[in-house]
């Protein structure tokens, strides 16, 4: 029995560290195991058989008592130990060492010192010999360990969530006066949040949600951190892959004032149908009209300009008879100009930014400024100074003395379509598309990766298509045009595509960066 608590205790050892990649994935999915699972579907690999084939393998020597073929099978599986250590180190997006990825290992790593306790203590023969079977099941079929260490840490989680919830209320009305606007939209929300925050800076103590923190926890965390007693503006991203999302959130911070930037066929995955996206992003407006507040609504898109005049007291912009519309836009390669026209002035404004979207969300974080009594020449001085959203087709300094579009962070259709008229703004240089495609699309996703493909091959010179299956889409449209195939090309990763990127590249070259996929999207 010796040997086989010996191997056992390998199995489990090397079972912990292999968890590595799947509590990686299980975080991107952002703790939702249906999505995790959704995961798995798509990425069984050869690693699955032979795990499977190893499991089968360590069974039946159990059972017949070929202690050696166990103590061989455990030591071959020391090999998961560097090879989890390579696949965190190569991920686009590692591993964060959060306080519940720690509470998860914890947890795991407490259900195999159980185990091999029960193994020790346990007299009978048989009972030792399935306390071995159920180690090396977990170890070796790993999403199920997943899934149950996700279980039995929840009531936990939850419980600490109620806990930082309930404070961060407290904090809230700790600041009865605090104007909190609320912003949301298929795309947009992030650079027009960080827009508003920098605008309204200039009369008031702002808070902006952090980075992609537009969840209930992301919203809760902000609060706890970064909100003081002289903070005078809260403002708040919302995001939502689900009904009801947007709700939740507004039932945290109710929010006085809101703007919705956009309606589009994102998350068609988890939402079904754009009715569906519409009835989310529009309980922000349900909660700020309902709490006597002003809604602004980006007219310019035809899914909001069919609501708008279901909602009282709306402030329009982006449409030509919007309340706030931008007009005489002129664009060059260090940014663009144009007028803020309202019912009663025009404001000329310039910007270091790209694109016509960015348009769309100066207009819409200059009304809200305004609403709030920003001045004109306050809005003028802090839009000429706004910096580009990171990985927002941000422009940078790049290899070789390339130019570098970096739009890692655009993930919608329209918003990915107007970064290549950006990229084909630049003149007289060699112009390389790099990017996986568009997901989270539902059965639509062909379709817009098709769309996308023909776009960028009418625009680039060069295209690098990151993922063998996963770029398929985008190939197939490419191929359906008249570009020249010699410069396509297909890797498997982003780190591939740099690769690539460093024999192609010189001073005259742009290249866009657009859409950098997490590990979860990979394949």
Not at 121 to 143: E, T
Not at 393 to 414: F, H, Q, R, W
């Amino acid at each position: 029995m010796q040997s086989i608590f010996i191997s056992s205790a390998l199995f489990a050892v090397t079972g912990l560290f292999a968890l590595t990649r799947h509590l990686q994935l299980l975080q991107q999915n952002s703790y939702f195991p249906s999505r995790y699972c959704g995961w798995l579907k798509k990425s069984f690999k050869a690693r699955s058989f032979v795990a499977v084939l190893m499991l089968v393998c360590s069974i039946i020597a159990l059972l017949l008592q070929k202690q050696w073929v166990l103590l061989i099978i455990a030591a071959l599986l020391v090999i998961r130990i560097p090879v989890a250590f390579r696949d965190y180190k190569v991920s686009i997006k590692p591993l964060v060492f959060t306080a519940r990825i720690k509470r998860i290992y914890a947890c795991a790593f407490l259900i195999f010192a159980l185990l091999s306790a029960a193994f020790l203590l346990v007299n009978s023969s048989p009972l030792k010999l399935a306390v071995s079977a159920v180690i090396m099941f977990l170890s070796l079929v790993l999403p199920v360990f997943v899934l149950l260490v996700w279980l039995l840490t929840l009531p936990v989680e939850k419980l600490i969530s109620f806990k930082y919830t309930s404070e961060a209320k407290r904090i809230l009305k700790q600041n009865p006066n605090l104007k909190i606007i609320g912003i949301t939209g298929s795309y947009g929300k992030t650079s027009t949040k960080f827009f508003l925050g920098r605008l309204l800076s200039e009369k008031y103590n702002v808070v902006i949600t952090p980075e992609n923190f537009n969840t209930p926890l992301g919203i809760v965390r902000t609060i706890r951190e970064k909100l003081r007693p002289d903070t005078q503006v809260f403002v708040v991203e919302m995001g939502a892959k689900k009904v009801g999302d947007i709700k939740e959130c507004c039932e945290l911070v109710h929010p006085t004032m809101g703007i919705i930037t956009s309606i589009g066929p994102q998350h068609l995955d988890t939402f079904k149908s754009i009715d569906n996206i519409i009835k989310t992003k529009f309980e922000l407006a349900d909660s700020v009209v309902s709490a006597g507040g002003r809604i602004l609504l980006n007219t310019g898109n035809e899914y909001i300009q069919k609501k708008a005049s279901t909602i009282q007291n709306a402030i329009t912009y982006g449409s030509d008879n919007a309340d706030y519309r931008a007009e005489n836009i002129q664009y060059s390669r260090s940014g663009l100009k144009f007028d803020l026209v309202t019912k009663d002035r025009r404001i000329p404004l310039n910007t270091r930014l790209l694109g016509h979207h960015n348009v769309l969300n100066i207009t819409a974080a200059a009304a809200a400024a305004l609403e709030l009594g920003v001045s004109e020449n306050a809005i003028k001085y802090a839009v000429a100074n706004l910096s580009p959203v990171p990985h927002r087709l941000e422009l940078k300094s790049y290899i070789s003395g390339s130019v570098l579009i970096d739009d890692a962070y655009n993930a919608n259709p329209e918003g990915c379509l107007e970064a290549v008229r950006v990229l084909g703004s630049f003149e007289g240089m060699t112009k390389i598309l790099v990017t996986p495609g568009l997901v989270e699309l539902g059965d639509k996703e062909y379709e817009y990766n098709r769309r996308l493909g023909e776009f960028a091959a009418r625009v680039c010179d060069i295209i690098i298509l990151v993922g063998e299956k996963r770029s398929v889409p985008l190939a197939d449209g490419i191929k359906s045009t008249d570009f020249d195939l010699n410069n396509l090309y297909v890797v498997k990763n982003i780190f591939e595509a740099m690769s690539k990127l460093s024999t192609l590249a010189d001073s005259n070259t742009v290249i866009l960066i657009e859409n950098d996929l997490p590990d979860n999207y990979a394949g």
